[in-house]
């Protein structure tokens, strides 16, 4: 009885040690960023409208957001390094802010080129807002529950995702398609004003989420926040982790299927809306994004039941099982395309869940502090399939059709399902 209580006391001093309001700010950016993601998917489609663009050209806005991450990322750390965890996530802020601001003039023009470096600019503040986001949510408060804030913030990353389609679907999306045929019917004039009132559907909610998210900076900035410290007492000299990282095959193993999971996934959730308009002809717009809602909501529901299963099995087994189903369904959406196609990519996404984190996971498995943090670095910076990838299914698509596209990920998955049967380093 009394160990009872005494454990009841120290969770109350627990919990009364957790700085609530800074730590509630610090989580509300998982859903920041989380709803940005998303919101691109909805852009794809779009700008493919708005400017006539190929699948090639239409996926390059997944190229130039996943470009600013890859690029940004090791700035990111540096700059968090020397000014510290709440100066990164406020100039983090900003940058978002400001990318999504220049969206206002992109669609004054109509220059697609202009929306492409607003997104490259957003997904440079996203990359400061994740390098130093995961990490303070685990200092803001006690150790002991640092695990359980982690994975209560990473809870609000997908109903991000999901509030950034809702809102894509339902305050971007205008509802007015156009064929091919009906847009070369019009004359000049009327086909300029249809994809300028197109391009300009983004400018109110990109102006509303820059200014909302200034205002978040703001608020952070004038928070007072608690002292951190982080204890780096013996650990190894950097100098060399990163060379012996690269060395390793098997590190290097997981960064490579950390390359080919971010494609997939990008890939399939980039072109789902065009899927199922090309094999179901007739679906508008915003009800092909209900088949992105769909996928998300198994998203989630996939990580709650992966987690449960790792209880059971070894994370590379499920991740392994995962794959290999997945590489079964992105092969029948490939082959058998329609409706049956279209709901074979959404039950995908239960079998996505998991992969990010289990193969982020092995990849740092049994390693020192040092390795760990540069590792982590490394396969933040694997996020660049996204970029990649989507580019090469997009080229796929204009020669051999969007169904024919979705052999791009499934080589992928079974790049994965290759990871997961390699041999694993023993962990003492």
């Not at 894509?168 to 045929?181: N, W, Y």
């Not at 000049?188 to 909302?212: C, D, H, N, W």
Request: net charge positive.
């Amino acid at each position: 009885m009394q160990q009872h209580a005494a454990a009841r006391t120290a969770a109350h001093r627990g919990l009364a040690r957790v700085p609530w309001f800074p730590l509630a700010l610090i989580v509300s950016l998982f859903f920041l960023w989380g709803g940005a993601n998303n919101l691109n998917d909805v852009l794809v489609a779009q700008f493919k409208k708005a400017f006539t663009l190929s699948d090639f050209q239409a996926g390059l806005v997944q190229s130039a957001f996943y470009l600013g991450y890859f690029l940004v990322a090791l700035p990111a750390g540096v700059f968090m390094r020397r000014f510290g965890y709440k100066a990164a996530v406020v100039f983090g802020l900003l940058l978002y802010g400001a990318g999504a601001l220049l969206f206002w003039p992109a669609a004054a023009t109509a220059t697609y080129a202009t929306f492409l470096v607003g997104l490259f600019v957003i997904a440079a503040g996203l990359a400061f807002l994740e390098t130093s986001a995961n990490p303070y949510v685990t200092l803001l408060g006690p150790r002991e529950s640092a695990a359980s804030r982690l994975n209560l913030a990473q809870a609000f990353n997908p109903l991000g995702s999901i509030t950034g389609v809702l809102i894509g679907q339902h305050f971007i999306f205008t509802g007015v398609e156009r064929s091919p045929a009906e847009l070369a019917a019009m004359d000049t004039a009327a086909r300029t004003a249809f994809m300028k009132s197109e391009a300009a559907a983004v400018q109110m909610p990109y102006l509303v989420i820059g200014l909302g998210v200034i205002l978040w900076a703001v608020i952070i900035a004038v928070t007072r926040f608690p002292r951190t410290e982080v204890d780096d007492e013996g650990a190894p000299p950097e100098r060399g982790v990163l060379g012996r990282l690269l060395r390793d095959w098997r590190f290097m193993s997981a960064v490579v299927a950390q390359f080919f999971y971010v494609g997939a996934q990008v890939a399939v959730f980039s072109y789902m809306i065009r899927y199922a308009q090309a094999t179901m002809p007739g679906t508008e717009d915003r009800a092909a994004a209900n088949f992105i809602t769909a996928g998300l909501v198994c998203f989630m529901v996939g990580r709650l039941a992966g987690a449960a299963l790792m209880k059971y099995l070894r994370p590379a087994r499920v991740l392994g099982a995962f794959a290999a189903i997945n590489v079964a369904l992105a092969a029948f959406a490939a082959f058998v395309p329609g409706r049956m196609g279209i709901h074979a990519l959404v039950a995908s996404s239960f079998f996505m869940s998991i992969m990010y984190p289990t193969i982020f996971a092995l990849g740092v498995e049994g390693r020192s502090d040092t390795e760990r943090k540069f590792g982590a670095s490394l396969l933040v910076m694997s996020i660049v399939g996204g970029a990649v990838l989507t580019a090469t299914m997009g080229a796929t698509s204009d020669r051999l059709g969007i169904a024919h596209a979705m052999v791009v990920p499934m080589v992928c998955f079974a790049a994965i399902l290759g990871f997961a049967c390699l041999p694993r380093r023993r962990v003492a």
